[in-house]
């Protein structure tokens, strides 16, 4: 093609305006600058006019915009607007013509929990309803390879949920089940290791992290609240860290954060003496941030998902990790100490009487 025939005439550029006006969707801020700068450029030449303020932030924006097509010529200016409106027109008519709201693309390689992208929402799901969601070593690594790809994934939020009855019942006792006696040390050790490496993962997350308690939550569940960025519940969720009664200690930096949301009396109540609370309770206490009656939780917890996943990206991720950034140090330290004193704790008399309790059945929370 030769420059003259792509050329485009006076005609073409101001249908292509008035095709502007047509647009249903907005394009958004960036496509918009665009559009000014080409339009200025295409009308009135390079940009000639003085640098506003640094404070006057739309004008500087235009500005900017303006003057970085340069000496771009008055043809060529005319001829990218009006390519530019033409391609924004007809990605609104295929979009129309396809479903409006995308597929949820479904993540490979997990067994234990179910990973889905959809709506700029990452969803990691604890998928063993039949155990009550309980946690074993495979969904302890896999949900820490879950996080890590959402925080690197082009979600703007990642969310964390329960399939079925239950959000989770904590630590699976079986993970300290049939180890042999000169093993246990191996498995303290072990077991240290991957929580303190777990635990890490909720503390570094970069972007905003949503716990949807569907259902009851327990142990290391409840703990991990305290490092998710905001906690839903529905009404039939309840809350219980019975670490005493299982001869255990708390976790999920939990014995940091519990009285720095809910004041160490209360943190008292639920990390020393197993005290389970409502969700009403837990919310009145600070852990979670609102209760949504279980008849319409799910359609309303995912509703208001979907529109704080369609704020700016960049902003939420650079605000979160603001917000974490003052307390990071202290949380990873916290984090190291809890697992030291839980390897002792796994090694006690007082630990290995409640899971044997448990495994036969004589105990149940
Ligand atoms: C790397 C290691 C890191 C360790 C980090 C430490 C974390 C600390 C914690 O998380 S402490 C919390 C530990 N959790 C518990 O103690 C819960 C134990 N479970 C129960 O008390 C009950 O199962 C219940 C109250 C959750 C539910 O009772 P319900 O009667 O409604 O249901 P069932 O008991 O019949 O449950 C169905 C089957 O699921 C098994 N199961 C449920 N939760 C767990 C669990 N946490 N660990 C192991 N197994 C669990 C239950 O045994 C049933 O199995 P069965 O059908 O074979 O009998």
Same mark, same amino acid.
């Given at each position: ?16 305006? &008035? ?9 958004? $801020? ?17 940009? $000639? ?53 995308? &597929? ?80 246990? &040390? ?148 916290? $984090? ?30």
């Amino acid at each position: 093609m030769t420059t003259a025939t792509m050329q485009v005439s006076q005609k073409d550029f101001e249908k292509a305006q &008035e095709q502007l006006k047509l647009l249903k969707k907005d394009p958004g $801020n960036e496509t918009k600058l665009k559009l000014y700068a080409l339009f200025k450029q295409a009308t009135e030449g390079p940009c $000639n006019s003085p640098k506003p303020g640094m404070l006057d932030f739309v004008k500087k924006a235009k500005w900017d915009a303006w003057n970085s097509l340069g000496n771009l010529s008055q043809d060529n200016a005319r001829q990218k607007y009006t390519e530019l409106v033409s391609s924004l027109i007809s990605a609104e008519s295929a979009g129309q013509t396809k479903d409006a709201s995308p &597929e949820e693309s479904r993540h490979d390689g997990y067994e234990t929990i179910i990973v889905t992208t959809k709506n700029n929402i990452t969803k990691i799901m604890f998928n063993r309803p039949e155990r009550k969601n309980a946690i074993n070593h495979q969904m302890y690594r896999e949900i820490i390879k879950a996080l890590q790809e959402a925080g690197k994934d082009d979600s703007t939020i990642a969310v964390i949920t329960g399939n079925g009855e239950y959000y989770t019942s904590g630590n699976d006792l079986n993970n300290f089940a049939n180890v042999q006696p000169n093993d246990m &040390e191996k498995m303290a050790k072990d077991g240290a290791e991957l929580l303190k490496e777990f635990v890490s993962c909720f503390i570094d997350f970069p972007k905003p992290l949503i716990a949807v308690v569907n259902g009851p939550a327990i142990g290391i569940s409840v703990t991990l609240l305290g490092l998710c960025d905001i906690v839903y519940a529905s009404d039939r969720a309840t809350f219980h860290t019975p670490f005493s009664q299982l001869g255990q200690s708390p976790e999920g930096c939990s014995s940091y954060l519990f009285p720095k949301i809910m004041g160490l009396a209360k943190a008292n109540e639920m990390l020393l003496f197993n005290k389970k609370l409502t969700a009403a309770e837990a919310c009145a206490w600070g852990l979670v941030t609102e209760v949504f009656p279980d008849g319409t939780f799910q359609k309303e917890v995912w509703e208001r998902l979907k529109a704080y996943a369609s704020l700016p990206k960049n902003s939420l991720a650079v605000s979160k990790q603001l917000l974490r950034s003052m307390e990071k140090e202290k949380l990873h330290a916290v $984090n190291s100490q809890e697992c030291e004193v839980l390897k002792e704790r796994w090694l006690s008399d007082e630990c290995l009487n409640a899971i044997v309790s448990f495994f036969q059945r004589k105990s149940k929370l």
